[in-house]
């Protein structure tokens, strides 16, 4: 990873989309162990994954990551607390007029 | 539905729960209508952290009070709850006044985004830390907001609004928050999560006829999760004193005055919502506030002075800024910039006079657990 160059790689991955009345969750896991770093960017490939309503949709995909150059990441870890309201729950969209 | 594999609600330990939720595979009839309905995407963030710190954390100087958290969360109180029963009514869309829908179906959206989004990130939590007492943790709290995320789910289903999970195939980055940040505002929403649940749900006790939906029926329950996450991360920050002292208490005031003023400002943007219940959205704020301070007081140094003469007056100021912002942007051209600019000037000098009103301190228990009394 250079100061200011993107490596970009690619690792296998299993997307799961659950869309069940019980757990509506998804997630990507990566098969290889890669570990994914503060600002880096992923793009799994392939069609959407859609999971009608009761179903839980398992796929194995290829995934790209964009690794961050040292730069981005620093900046990322830097700015990064900055959007940390987000996780507050406030139950309503930021739209001030829908 | 047809059941071959066990049901959650029939489970008792959280790796079988989340097996068998990822076990089942069913197929619903309405699957083919889905594609009919209005579509919505769900976009969550990804977040990244500093693993290791998390991995470090002791929670032996709080042992007791962990085991008992994680065994109540493990016994799942709450495993038959969410689930339709007599109680959900038949819900008049159609007949419902149009901006009331619109509000309240933005309310249903942003909730179950919210309760995907914590899920997203306990999960992650879960599966990149080694320290077995905080993976158990963040997988217990993972299921819990990935069944409240199905919940509020089925009910946008019936409103004709499908909930589109594709946004996994979108590039997406990972952003970063420290560990303490994590905490702070993740304790925090889920203690207002739990005073503003409570506080509609004791409301709607009281006042039937405002109970326009049957999921208001169900909040009781379900903010008895939010409170045990709440817990959770109190007694996380309870493991290292340095999290609630010194220059974090400027921090935890720093959280305590955005969480509060996005609240007020939130709420204020969604009138005939607020109507519909029967609440007027400063009492609301006001008793959500003040249930709030008293749970922090747990684990946070200071509260809020809310009873400041100028802690009132500044919210509404907020709420002005907030709305001249939005009239800038939706005006455009370089007359509307000028006006979002001083909408966002007012912001930034409405935050800084309530940040600026002196914090009532007083001692923190040196036991942490609380139980909900409201």
Redesign the interface.
Same mark, same amino acid.
């Given at each position: 990873m250079g100061l200011l160059t993107k490596d970009i790689e690619r690792a296998p991955c299993t997307?799961?989309?659950?869309?069940?009345?019980?757990?509506?969750?998804?997630?990507?896991?990566f098969n290889n162990g890669a570990?994914?770093?503060? *600002? =880096?960017?992923?793009?799994?490939?392939?069609? @959407?994954?859609?999971?009608?309503?009761?179903?839980?949709v398992?796929e194995d995909r290829e995934a790209t990551i964009?690794r961050a150059s040292k730069l981005e990441q620093l900046w990322?870890?830097l700015t *990064? =607390?900055f959007?940390?309201?987000?996780?507050? @729950?406030?139950?309503?969209?930021?739209?001030?007029?829908? | 539905m047809n059941m071959q594999t066990k049901h959650t609600a029939d489970i008792t330990n959280a790796e079988e729960s989340l097996a068998v939720q990822q076990a089942q595979s069913k197929f619903d009839s309405q699957a083919a209508t889905d594609l009919a309905m209005q579509n919505t995407l769900l976009t969550p963030r990804f977040y990244t952290t500093d693993f290791d710190e998390l991995d470090a954390i002791d929670v032996s100087p709080v042992r007791a009070d962990w085991d008992q958290l994680i065994a109540e969360m493990e016994a799942d109180p709450n495993k038959g709850h969410f689930k339709k029963n007599a109680d959900w009514d038949t819900v008049d869309w159609d007949g419902m006044e149009p901006e009331l829908k619109k509000e309240f179906i933005d309310f249903l959206i942003s909730s179950c985004t919210a309760e995907f989004s914590g899920c997203v990130l306990y999960k992650e939590m879960k599966r990149r830390g080694s320290n077995a007492d905080i993976t158990k943790l963040f997988q217990l709290m993972a299921r819990d907001e990935a069944r409240h995320a199905g919940f509020i789910n089925d009910a946008l289903r019936e409103a004709g609004v499908a909930v589109n999970l594709g946004f996994l195939t979108q590039k997406k980055k990972y952003t970063y928050f420290r560990p303490k940040f994590i905490y702070y505002a993740t304790y925090l929403s889920e203690k207002i999560g739990y005073a503003r649940y409570i506080t509609i749900f004791r409301h709607l006790e009281a006042h039937p006829e405002h109970r326009f939906h049957p999921i208001f029926k169900w909040f009781e329950e379900w903010c008895g999760d939010e409170f045990r996450h709440g817990e959770a991360f109190a007694l996380l920050m309870k493991t290292d004193p340095k999290l609630t002292a010194g220059k974090n208490v400027l921090w935890i005031k720093f959280f305590l005055t955005a969480v509060y003023a996005t609240m007020y400002v939130r709420d204020h943007q969604r009138p005939a919502f607020h109507k519909a219940l029967g609440v007027d959205p400063d009492w609301y704020a006001h008793e959500v506030f003040t249930k709030t301070s008293k749970l922090t007081e747990q684990i946070f140094p200071i509260t809020l002075d809310i009873e400041h003469p100028r802690w009132q007056p500044t919210l509404e100021a907020l709420q002005a800024a907030n709305v001249q912002i939005a009239a800038g942007k939706k005006a455009g051209g370089f007359g509307g910039k000028l006006t979002e600019l001083g909408g966002s000037l007012k912001a930034a000098l409405a935050f800084v006079k309530l940040y600026t009103i002196p914090t009532v301190k007083h001692r923190v228990p040196e036991s942490t657990r609380l139980e909900p009394a409201y």
């Open positions: 997307v799961e989309v659950s869309h069940c009345f019980e757990s509506l969750h998804a997630h990507v896991r570990v994914i770093y503060p *600002g =880096d960017e992923v793009k799994v490939h392939g069609p @959407e994954i859609m999971a009608p309503f009761g179903q839980v398992s964009f990322t870890r *990064g =607390d959007e940390v309201m987000e996780l507050c @729950e406030f139950s309503f969209s930021e739209e001030v007029t829908l | -």
